[in-house]
Structure formats: C-alpha cells, structure tokens
C-alpha cells in the first residue's frame, strides 16, 4: 500500500465503536486524509455518556510506567485538542483547576508527600484553614476537610465534547453506520466486519474500539486479554433551598474518591460508584451520599433527580488501556477503565502513529 500522505483517502479504516475512544481516533485519521467509518448500534447506552468528564492527570499519585507517559501526553495534548474543537464549538474549555480533599489525616499526609516530591508549581497543599474551604465547609457541615489542588487538572463538559467531536467528523465526512458488528474476518489483506442486518463493511485497517466487547470479536485470536466490566454510578441532588447554593461551591472536586460538580444554584452531579457487576446495585448509591459522621440534609437520598451509569472496561492482569495491534491492520483500543476521556488524546496519537505500520 502506498503510504504517502496524499494517498491516505485511498486507505479505507473502520472503527468499531463510538465511545470518546472511537470518536477521537476517527476524527483524528480522517483529519489526516484516511477514508474513516465508524460503526456502532447503541451509542447513547455507553460508558462515555456517563461520564463525569474529570480530567485527572497531574493528580494521580503514581507518576512512572505507562500509565503516566499516556497521562502526561495526554495532559500536553489537551490544549491543542481544545484548540481545534474550537473551530467547531468556542465554547468548549477545560474548567481548571481541580481540588482534592479528604477527611482522613493518613491520606492527607500521603497527599502532602506527593506535592513535596512533585513541587513544580502546579500542585498546592489545602489546610483546614484554607480560604477555599469555605464554602464548601458551610455546605458540607464540617471542617474536616484538607487536601490539594492541581492546577493543571480539570474538567470538560463531556456531553459538550461528544457533541462537538460528533459535528468535527461530520465535517470531515466520516460515515458513521448504526449497526453492531457480529464477527470479523481477514480476507486478502483486507478486514470484513459482518453486520448484524447481514451486510459486509470492507476495510484495509480495523480499529476494535468497543470496550468490553471486543473480546467477542477477538475470542478465536486466542488474543489473551482479559477485559472485565466495572459498573459507574452517578446521581443528581436537586434541592431548593435559599441556605444552600451549590453555585458558591468550586466548579469541581473530589471528597475521598467522590466526584462533585455543581450545575446550577440548586442542582449537583455526584459521582461515581465502582461495582464490579452489570447491573446497577441501589445500596451502592449510599456510598456516593453517606460518607460524613453526619450527612448534611441536602445530600439525603430523597433528594436524588436523576441517575445514571455506564459500564467501563478493565484490563485483567496488565495495566489500562490496552493499545496493541493483534495483527496486520488489526488494531485494538480497550480497557480504559476510569480515564477514559482524559486518555482519548494520548490514544488517538498512539493510533496516527500505530497506522503506519500498517500501510
Ligand atoms: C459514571 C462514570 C463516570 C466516569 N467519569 C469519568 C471522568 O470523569 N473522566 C474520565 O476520564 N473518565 C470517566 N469515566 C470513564 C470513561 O467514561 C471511559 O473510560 C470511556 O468512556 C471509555 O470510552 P470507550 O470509547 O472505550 O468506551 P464506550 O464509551 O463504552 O464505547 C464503546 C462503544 O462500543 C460500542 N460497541 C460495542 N460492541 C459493538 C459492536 N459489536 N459493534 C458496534 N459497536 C459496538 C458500544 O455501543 C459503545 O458505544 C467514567 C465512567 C463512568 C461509567
């Protein structure tokens, strides 16, 4: 195959699955000139849809191996992400910075070893005296809580960045197919992706981006992944009340592994659970809301308006995501697990790169 730039409209990829993950690697090829499709029968049931849209980098606390190059490329790409959906849609950001707080004494000391060890500016340290605080200990009804605040951390509106990448392919002609995929083949060189209504899309490259649903593709590879589903809960308080005002509150943070995000005066999204199962548990909703000595009365659970969840994909015995190539033009995205919106830059630039050894 000739692999000349000008070329690449002659190299026909399909990408199975339009989560964060196939979105971002088709927008980012067909942005290079490859004739990109994209297929997938229930987008909106996805885990990407469920999404909080945290982008925690900086923040994690284990900074070597694989897990943090793909976080720091992410982190670096971000911006110029930003930067070209804005073409589409100006209103897309980041919503910096990010704060974490606990109300363990043990893991604030880890936090303040993590920021003395990484002090290049972009990490402070919260004391129960901070300023910052303040709000957040009205609303909450304690002083208990320090932490840290990454500046370099954030969050994006993730149905805002669906929408906008979604108008971004359309622009550059990607076919996106609803259907499901019930089984691949390699003919000739060439990938043939059976449909479930029966028809054949013919491709030079594959590009498996459906989650925990690509080993059903895969099975007879003897590939060796393992991919196991881990449930995420979120929930939305609604509650009216002139003494609370979710509006005075950080735009986002984080309590002891629970994720806040203020909507409106009256309307917070927090979240998410961790089950390792497929169907959403009730109880496990408690973890999200009862987790104070005393659970300040706007966080009961009569005040929950809405809730949602999604299913992500964790490798099993290796780290996450899984990037590889399973064969000549058979390319396989998984397993992002809980980052996948931070990471979808750092994978789409994984696969511009992978794709040349493929032409
Ligand atoms: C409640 C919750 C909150 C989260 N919050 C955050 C956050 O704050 N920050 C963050 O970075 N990450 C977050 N995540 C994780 C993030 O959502 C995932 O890591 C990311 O969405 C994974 O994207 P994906 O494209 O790999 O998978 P998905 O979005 O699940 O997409 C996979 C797609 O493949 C399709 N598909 C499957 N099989 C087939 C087939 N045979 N044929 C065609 N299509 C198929 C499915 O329909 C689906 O649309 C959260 C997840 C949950 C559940």
Known sequence: ????????????????GSGIIGKFNALELSSQGFTTTIVDDSESANSSNAALGMLMGEIYQKRHGRS?????????????????????????YIEKPFIQLTTSEKKFEKLKNFATKNSEGNLQLVYKSSEILHSINKIFGTKKFQGLISYK???????????????????????IQKNKVTAIEKKANKWISILNSGDKLLSDILILCNSNDCLKLIAHKNSKIELQPVLGQAIEIHYENSDVNFLSLPKNFNIDGRNFIPLTENRIIIGSTDEYNIIPKKEKISELIEFLDETPIWLKKNNIHKKWYGIRSKPRGEPSPIL??????????SGFYKNGILLAPACASWISKEIKNHI
């Open 1 to 16: 195959m000739n692999s000349s730039k000008e070329n690449f409209n002659n190299i026909k990829v399909l990408i199975i």
């Open 68 to 92: 943090w190059e793909l976080r720091k490329e992410s982190i670096k790409m971000w911006p110029k992400w930003i930067k070209k959906l804005n073409q589409i849609n100006p209103k897309l």
């Open 153 to 175: 951390d954030g969050r994006i509106n993730p149905k805002l960045l669906l929408e906008t990448v979604d108008l971004y392919l359309k622009k550059n002609k990607v076919n």
């Open 324 to 333: 590889k190539t399973l064969d000549q033009g058979l390319m396989i995205c």
